[in-house]
C-alpha cells in the first residue's frame, strides 16, 4: 500500500466525514432537544445541518477529486461518489422539509426527514467502513 498523502488524505475525509456527523447528529442535536424546547432547537438545528451537509459534500467531492486523478481505489471512489450525491440529495430536500415543517404537513415532514436520516446513516456506515475494503 502506497502511503504518499495523496493515497492517505481520502481515507482522513472519511473519518473527518465520521466525525462531522457523529457531532451533528449524534451530540449537538439530542443535546439541544434534552436542555431546550423544539420551538428554541429548531432556528439553531435549521442553520446548522444545511452547514453539515455542504461541508460533507464538499469533502467528499475533495475526496473523490483526488481518488480519480490519485489512481486511487475503486471503494473509495464509489464512497466519495455517494457521499456527493447523497449529502447534495440532503442539502437540496432542505426548503421542502423545512415548508412542511412550518405548514404542519406532518406526513411529508417525516417523510422528508426520514430520508435525510437514512442518508446520512447510510454516509456515515459508508466513510467508516470502506478503508477496510483497499
Same mark, same amino acid.
Given at each position: 500500500?502506497?502511503?504518499? !498523502?495523496?493515497?492517505?488524505?481520502?481515507? =482522513?475525509? %472519511?473519518?473527518? !466525514?465520521? *466525525?462531522?456527523?457523529?457531532?451533528?447528529? *449524534?451530540i449537538i442535536a439530542p443535546t439541544l432537544f434534552k436542555k431546550f424546547a423544539a420551538?428554541?432547537?429548531?432556528?439553531?438545528?435549521?442553520?446548522? =445541518?444545511?452547514?453539515?451537509?455542504?461541508l460533507a459534500l464538499s469533502v467528499g467531492f475533495f475526496s473523490l477529486f483526488i481518488?480519480? &486523478?490519485?489512481? *486511487? %481505489?475503486? /471503494?473509495?471512489?464509489?464512497?466519495?461518489?455517494?457521499?456527493?450525491? =447523497?449529502?447534495?440529495?440532503?442539502? &437540496?430536500?432542505?426548503? /421542502?422539509?423545512?415548508? /412542511?415543517?412550518?405548514? *404542519?404537513?406532518?406526513?411529508?415532514?417525516?417523510?422528508?426527514?426520514? #430520508?435525510?436520516?437514512?442518508?446520512?446513516?447510510?454516509? #456515515?456506515? #459508508?466513510? #467508516? &467502513?470502506? !478503508?477496510? &475494503?483497499?
Amino acid at each position: 500500500m502506497d502511503l504518499t !498523502i495523496l493515497s492517505v488524505l481520502p481515507i =482522513f475525509f %472519511s473519518g473527518a !466525514i465520521v *466525525g462531522m456527523i457523529l457531532f451533528h447528529a *449524534g451530540i449537538i442535536a439530542p443535546t439541544l432537544f434534552k436542555k431546550f424546547a423544539a420551538e428554541e432547537v429548531g432556528p439553531f438545528l435549521r442553520v446548522v =445541518f444545511p452547514q453539515l451537509f455542504l461541508l460533507a459534500l464538499s469533502v467528499g467531492f475533495f475526496s473523490l477529486f483526488i481518488l480519480l &486523478f490519485g489512481n *486511487g %481505489s475503486m /471503494a473509495g471512489m464509489i464512497v466519495s461518489s455517494i457521499t456527493v450525491a =447523497f449529502m447534495g440529495i440532503c442539502y &437540496f430536500i432542505i426548503p /421542502a422539509t423545512n415548508s /412542511a415543517k412550518d405548514v *404542519g404537513d406532518e406526513t411529508v415532514f417525516k417523510r422528508l426527514h426520514r #430520508l435525510s436520516v437514512t442518508l446520512t446513516v447510510t454516509v #456515515l456506515a #459508508l466513510n #467508516l &467502513f470502506w !478503508i477496510f &475494503f483497499i
